[in-house]
């Protein structure tokens, strides 16, 4: 039997940029400490942004001027994984001795990717996952990543994987996790729905793994002066719903609703032996002679140069 602290900081990015967004991050080291947490998990595109309601001065066939600004802002916020912020997730990690899963809006030249990074407190940046496929219009802003980004990462709290906000619904992407025997599910997203919680209960209760699941939480249109259309303006845009469930399903903490916040959980690793007993998705509970994935984890470059 090992026990470990694990958690999620549910908070948003800052309206006032993503510097104003790290601070606040930071700002719950303590917290962080005090907890003794082995890993805490943050939402999506919590550096960065993730910005609701935004048309991006987009309809089908033709784009306006105001929205290439809106998205040269945009781009403008993203971060670069050389950058200082990274660096300060880094000491950040560091300090705590937590290993991070953070989720950032990744600037690679022109192109924006939903990216969620993997920080250790002995080697910093670790590994990076990009999303594979951006749900709805988040398509026209951010790029599809490939699979040359699915890192299962050693830590002081067991193997940690990821999947971001509706990624946790392609049943290919879960079966090739569990196939990297994972430990914990770290889940950024700013999906707020009680059916949310249910996907996460679902995923722990079928990979027989911890689930963290981190979302971000934001005010309602009327708090940030923006009108909505369809959008309730009292209505909070996210409002967080953080939780972490056990191998079998059950809710160990959480779910965390309409404010920041560590949600925390002292775990037995044992546990995910024991529920593996009766159903390990990718052993004894297979049928390979019936199904089979298989999956492509190279790169795939636009451009490729050889000498």
């Known amino acids: 039997m090992s026990r470990k602290t694990i958690a999620a900081l549910q908070i948003g990015a800052s309206p006032d940029g993503t510097e104003a967004t790290l601070a606040q991050i930071l700002s719950f080291e303590g917290a962080i400490a005090d907890a003794g947490a082995d890993l805490?998990?943050?939402?999506?595109?919590?550096?960065?942004?993730?910005?609701?309601?935004?048309?991006f001065g987009t309809r089908l066939g033709y784009r306006l001027p105001e929205g290439r600004e809106a998205f040269a802002r945009y781009h403008a916020g993203a971060i670069d994984l050389s950058g200082p912020e990274t660096a300060?997730?880094?000491?950040?990690?560091?300090r705590t001795g937590a290993s991070l899963v953070v989720g950032?809006?990744?600037?690679?030249?022109?192109?924006?990717?939903?990216?969620?990074?993997f920080?250790?407190?002995?080697?910093?940046?670790?590994?990076?996952?990009?999303?594979?496929m951006p749900t709805g219009t988040e398509r026209l802003i951010w790029g599809q990543g490939d699979g040359?980004?699915?890192?299962?990462?050693?830590?002081?709290?067991?193997?940690?994987?990821?999947?971001?906000?509706?990624?946790?619904?392609?049943?290919?992407?879960?079966?090739?996790?569990?196939a990297k025997g994972i430990d914990i599910w770290a889940a950024p997203t700013?999906?707020?729905?009680?059916?949310?919680?249910?996907?996460?209960?679902?995923?722990?209760?079928?990979?027989?793994?911890?689930?963290?699941?981190?979302?971000?939480?934001?005010?309602?249109?009327?708090?940030?002066?923006?009108?909505l259309p369809g959008w309730d303006a009292d209505r909070p845009l996210i409002r967080g719903g953080s939780l972490i469930a056990d191998p079998l399903g059950e809710m160990l903490?959480?779910?965390?609703?309409?404010?920041?916040?560590l949600v925390a959980a002292t775990i037995d690793t044992g546990a995910i032996v024991r529920g593996r007993y009766d159903f390990d998705v990718v052993g004894h509970y297979a049928r390979p002679d019936v199904f089979s994935l298989t999956v492509d984890e190279r790169a795939r470059a636009a451009v490729r140069f050889t000498r």
């Open 104 to 117: 950032v809006i990744e600037r690679d030249g022109g192109t924006l990717y939903c990216t969620a990074l």
């Open 40 to 55: 805490v998990v943050l939402p999506e595109a919590v550096l960065g942004g993730y910005p609701k309601g935004e048309w």
């Open 190 to 227: 700013v999906d707020e729905r009680e059916i949310w919680q249910c996907s996460m209960r679902h995923i722990a209760h079928e990979g027989r793994c911890f689930v963290v699941s981190a979302c971000q939480v934001q005010p309602s249109p009327a708090a940030l002066g923006l009108d």
């Open 148 to 178: 040359s980004t699915l890192p299962v990462v050693e830590t002081g709290a067991g193997r940690i994987g990821t999947a971001i906000c509706w990624e946790n619904h392609m049943p290919q992407l879960r079966l090739a996790m569990y």
């Open 253 to 261: 903490a959480g779910p965390l609703y309409n404010e920041t916040g």
């Open 88 to 94: 300060e997730l880094a000491a950040l990690s560091q």
């Open 119 to 132: 920080f250790t407190p002995a080697e910093g940046l670790v590994a990076k996952h990009r999303k594979l």
